[in-house]
């Protein structure tokens, strides 16, 4: 992993998300990017008090590398400007600029208009060419990232995070943990849940990685995965989203969208479309 892209808005949830997004880039001896996105109206009236606030901006992101150079000395610390709409200039400086992995906050917590991290972050995750991390506000990002819990349910798109969370796993040294997740009393997408999570464990094992299988039923599928994470002291939720919430998977849409907002810790997102 060489680049990580952060997204600031300057509410505490960016801020806390920015430092998580350092503490890994350290671990990984990646560069940190932190991108501000200028969402304002395009009035010409609107003009000087947009320098002026870009001003305030580049002024706030000198202060927030020096401060967190400091906590990291070994990595490049560097910030982008851009204008228009949060996701997808977040997602073109992705891609423009070869970003391995994006970091968010799950919430802004501003109260703030402004300040867009808390409305954007569910449209950051389903945009992004590359995985996405969400950090909760009240995560503690000291600890280090021993457990990653993988909810697989039965869909063939499941699969397209685990090559990925091994990834993750190697360079963390974590433990992964395959959680076959049901909703149904049929038998038939039962099957195909535990294919799934079998097909999982096989993959991870044949990567010399660290892995149990663990199975779960429950209505809510969410509710089921926070409190499996929160048994098991897990530190990151890894799952598959997609731009399309019509879509019947489990781990897509809707449930993606309940899971960056209600989790208790980071979760992970890799964008079906993009694989």
């Not at 997602?91 to 808390?118: N, R, Y």
């Not at 099957?191 to 999570?197: D, F, I, L």
Request: glycine share 4%; hydrophobic share 40%.
């Amino acid at each position: 992993m060489k680049k990580i892209l952060c997204a600031v808005d300057f509410s505490t949830g960016s801020l806390h998300a920015l430092d998580y997004a350092v503490k890994m880039a350290c671990r990984l001896e990646a560069e940190v990017e932190m991108v501000w996105v200028d969402n304002t109206a395009e009035a010409s009236s609107l003009t000087a008090i947009s320098k002026d606030l870009r001003l305030e901006v580049k002024k706030q992101f000198e202060e927030l590398m020096s401060e967190r150079q400091q906590a990291c000395s070994s990595i490049k610390i560097e910030y982008k400007l851009k204008k228009g709409k949060v996701y997808r200039e977040v997602s073109a400086l992705a891609s423009a600029g070869k970003a391995d992995l994006i970091v968010a906050g799950s919430h802004g917590v501003s109260g703030f208009e402004q300040h867009w991290i808390g409305s954007n972050a569910f449209r950051i995750v389903s945009r992004a060419p590359v995985p996405v991390i969400t950090v909760p506000l009240n995560y503690d990002i000291q600890r280090p990232v021993n457990k990653i819990v993988l909810p697989m349910d039965s869909t063939a798109d499941t699969r397209l995070k685990v090559p990925v969370v091994i990834r993750f796993a190697k360079a963390f040294g974590a433990e992964m943990i395959v959680l076959a997740l049901s909703s149904t009393d049929l038998l038939s997408l039962q099957k195909k849940v535990e294919s799934n999570a079998a097909w999982a464990c096989n993959e991870i094992e044949k990567a010399g990685q660290k892995a149990s299988c663990e199975r779960r039923k429950g209505k809510n599928i969410t509710q089921t995965t926070i409190e499996f994470a929160t048994e098991t002291d897990a530190d990151l939720i890894a799952i598959m989203t997609e731009k399309d919430s019509s879509t019947s998977s489990l781990m897509l849409g809707q449930y993606a969208r309940q899971m960056v907002n209600n989790a208790s810790v980071p979760v992970l997102s890799v964008n079906a479309d993009t694989y």
